[in-house]
């Protein structure tokens, strides 16, 4: 112990006796720790960190399976026989996505909530921090309505007040119970079927009897209990202790298979899928977290290979005070682990500054992080990151120390000591080019792998939408079910709200539909063609459905290319009509015109509708995927309690919320707008995982090649000065400036084009991992590849051309004379 506090007495001494070259270091490596806690804080928070429920490894996703869809909502009633004959599980619980306006004292206010089954919180394994959760009751049917809330509503719109348990509230104007409020860290994000990730979580939760179901059963009087045909609900199950996910699938794919036959109408060559509750809520977001950390792993090597390059030209600056060491009696080891003291306690030091710049610089991330990505909230630096940002320096200490430690731990003792120039560090040059190399390679990669994906934006961001975005504002209302009961009062309200703002001074026109582009939709229907033998599961073809009012292909700019659109006059007392986009028409008429023919969504119960147009294909699922068959049919015909509104605008859109919130309240004060937003926001919102991406890794490529041009440069001008008296001799013997230069630029361009190869190599590896985040580019692009290696080599032909023009101003007489 005293021999390592005297090698720390000592390193601290010898850092503080070279100012510059220890703040040089130090910031070099805290910018590299920083940015790694950074990215790495947002992996653990996201990927890493255990859900707040007990035993997460026993809770699964149990969704339908069909041959066109590997993971669909649930029927309640195959619900209801996966709960019974399920022995697999602990429990089975349903839920499904719920908004409900909260009215009262306040403005009203729109709410992301979840109808649930009421054992949802007890296949958790979670109870309220106040109050109570729900009690299962046989049948799933209370004697009250009551509401259980989030621990953020609870502390946002009722200011932790600690009596609100008991108190009466006022969701869709139906009064309702609070029994409780669940802990501050319990969050579960909303989980569709065809959602890759996950939305943000509900903010309040209601026991949902499945004879009463807000969304689907209590505005249109129905009982869903005994339906297979209508799929809406999410299944949460909790496997026996022991159960393996293996078993449980193979005992749920017998379940599907009894299903299958006692009902084919509705079970036909269909299964059960079970994911694991991490893996869903996840998605697809691993891969994009997995490359960031990768890119900013590889800034934080190049600028350990930085700082090995500066211990290395420190440790030839100090040959001879390690050659009277050795002379003294001082073994290799002893030697070796002063110089790694060094380094430790300089990866130290910028490990310090490095989680404090990243604990500071955390909140400007977060800004960047697209909101989708789950968890977000739970971002932050806690002990497992200090731990990480810990490992880090201590690694980074003995990556870029070891080296020089190793070099200057073998001096010439002959040489050093006689100072006849002798003692010169065996190799040192040779491990001083090798870095720069490695450098300038993994800042290609870099480079490459941010081409691509900037690339892929710029692609995304050409893909034509279907709309037009701009001047567009947007925004989505649902109703009650008390106040609107039936589908035609639904309908009715909502034409008016678009009639009204349509009307507004500044709005050229205004309409809504179901769902609007971009921002994805669940709705399907198989579709049965006049004339034609109905399709068997096998071939069986859906389409989106959607709901629209009279404006809306209007107020998107979304062209007929045939017939008409949907009008006022499109009501229950005239014929069922509905619009197909230019998709559904091939799909479902590839024989000849789509006008005027007939088709039928659903089953046989459904009316025939009439083709009245065709209009253009819009993008539902997001810019990278691909279009979709759509089905319009009027709000006048039929309708939902929910729709969005697109109102296209003469003036700045936002400049209108006021007096669209005045003209939706003229029709029902108590209704709340929610998503309220342009449309050009969302477009910006569908390429925000890929915008986020790219940029980040682009910024920290652009760092590595900036460390890469410092490394390569003060490579070559330290050769340039060990070669001052070759050089003189040269320029005595004749030898030009134009020949010195080419001599010096010759040397650091070898490096930097051997650095290229390797880099090209790495890149065309690293690719393949990147394949999966590209879109309309291909991931051995010869644009990117040769545009960014050209940029590579004209980086290292400048930082190589400012020590070689330096060289060549070397004085002869004043060279030789030094020696």
Known sequence: MSDVTQDLRLSLRMLSRSPVFTVVAVLTLALGIAANTAIFSVVNAVLLSSLPFPEQDRLVMAWSRTPTMPRWSVAPANFLDWRAQGDVFDGLAAFSQLHVSLSGDDLPERLRGASVSTNYFQVLGVGAALGTTFQPVAGETGPRQVVVLSHGLWKRRFGSDPNI?????????????????????????????????????????????????????????????????????????????????????????????????????????????????????????????????????????????????LFLVRAAARRQEMAVRAALGAGRGRMMRQLLTESLVLALLAGALGVFLAAWGLDGLMHLVPAELPRLDEVRVDGRVLAFALCVSLATGVLFGLLPALQASRPDLNGVLRQTGGGKLAGGQRSRDVLVVGEVALALVLLIGAGLLLRT?????????????????????????????????????????????????????????????????????????????????????????????SGYFQSLGIPVRRGREVTVLDTRATQPVVVLNESAARRFFPEGEAVGQRLRLGDS?????????????????????????????????????????????????????????????????????????????????????????????????????????????????????????????????????????????????????AGVVLGLLGAWGMTRVLSSLLFGVSATDPVVFGSLSVLVAGVALLATWLPAHRATRVDPQVALRGE
């Open 457 to 549: 934006l710029w692609r995304l961001q050409e893909v034509d939408p279907g709309f037009r975005e701009e001047s567009v504002l947007t925004w989505s209302l649902s109703l009650p079910g008390d106040k609107y009961p039936d589908e035609a009062r639904q309908g009715a309200f909502f034409q008016q709200v678009a009639e009204r703002v349509a009307s507004l001074p500044g709005v050229r026109s205004a309409g809504a539909a179901t769902d609007l582009p971009l921002g994805g939709a669940n709705i399907w229907f198989e579709v049965e063609v006049e004339g034609r033998a109905p399709p068997s599961p096998e071939e069986s073809a859906n389409v989106g459905f959607q709901v629209v009012t």
């Open 605 to 753: 119960s459904t009316p025939w509708l009439t083709v009245v147009g065709v209009v253009g294909d819009t993008r539902y699922d997001g810019p990278d995927k691909d279009v979709r068959p759509e089905a319009y049919v009027p709000a006048l015909q039929r309708s939902l309690f929910f729709m969005s509104f697109a109102a296209r605008t003469e003036l700045e859109p936002l400049a209108l919320a006021g007096s669209v919130r005045a003209a939706v309240a003229a029709l029902d004060k108590d209704l709340p707008l929610s998503a309220l937003r342009t449309m050009e926001q969302r477009v910006d919102a569908a390429t925000a995982r890929p915008r986020f991406v790219s940029l980040l890794v682009a910024v920290f490529a652009l760092l590595s090649l900036l460390l890469a041009g410092v490394g390569l440069s003060g490579v070559m001008a330290y050769s340039a000065r060990q070669r001052t008296r070759e050089i003189g001799i040269r320029m005595a013997l004749g030898a030009r400036p134009g020949d010195v230069l080419r001599m010096v630029l010759g040397q650091g361009m070898r490096l930097a084009l």
């Open 165 to 309: 348990i008991g108190r009466a509230i006022r969701l869709d104007e139906r009064s309702h119970e609070v029994v409780g409020v669940m802990p501050e860290r319990f969050t579960l994000p909303d989980i569709g079927p065809r959602k890759t990730t996950p939305t943000e979580p509900p903010e309040l939760w209601i026991p949902a009897p499945l004879h009463d179901i807000p969304q689907l059963g209590a505005s249109a009087g129905l009982d869903l209990s005994q339906s297979r045909d209508t799929s809406y609900l999410r299944v949460l199950g909790r496997l026996k202790p022991g159960v393996t996910l293996e078993r449980a699938s193979a005992a749920m794919s017998a379940v599907a298979q009894r299903l299958e036959q006692e009902y084919p109408a509705s079970n036909l060559h269909s299964g059960i899928t079970l994911v694991p509750l991490r893996e869903q809520i996840v998605g697809d977001v691993r891969p994009v977290l997995w490359v960031l950390l990768a890119a900013v792993g590889l800034v934080m090597a190049i600028a350990c290979a930085n700082v090995a390059n």
